[in-house]
Nanobody, 123 residues
């Protein structure tokens, strides 16, 4: 199970920190990531992290503003979002890949998904 939290309403230029706690069969985590879906748009990749070596992956447009991190001991994933823009408004989903991740950017690599947390950035 994945439980995401930390979303909310923030003004443009502000910051939010999302969290996602994994429970259950966490011994086999290969990677965790964040995706987002804005109204009327397709789900898009935001960032991901390899659970074993901590290597991170970002969408270019978010690199420098967003930082993904993890706490292996707590089985928790974070997304620090700074300099938020109205176009960052979306539902943010955390996702988990077990055993092996071939393509960190591909949603189909992640078998488990959280319920989503709403992020709204006002102008």
């Amino acid at each position: 199970q994945l439980q995401a939290s930390g979303g909310g309403l923030v003004q443009a230029g502000g910051s939010l920190r999302l969290s996602c706690e994994a429970s259950g069969r966490t011994f086999s985590i290969s990677a965790m990531g964040w995706f987002r879906q804005a109204p009327g748009k397709e789900r898009e990749f935001v960032a991901a992290v390899s659970w074993s070596d901590g290597r991170t992956y970002y969408t270019d447009s978010m690199k420098g503003r967003f930082t993904i991190s993890k706490d292996n001991a707590k089985n928790t994933l974070y997304l620090q979002m700074n300099s938020l823009k109205p176009e960052d408004t979306a539902i943010y989903y955390c996702a988990l890949s077990r055993y092996y991740t071939r393509d960190y950017y591909a949603a189909e690599q992640y078998a488990y998904w959280g319920q989503g947390t709403q992020v709204t950035v006002s102008s």
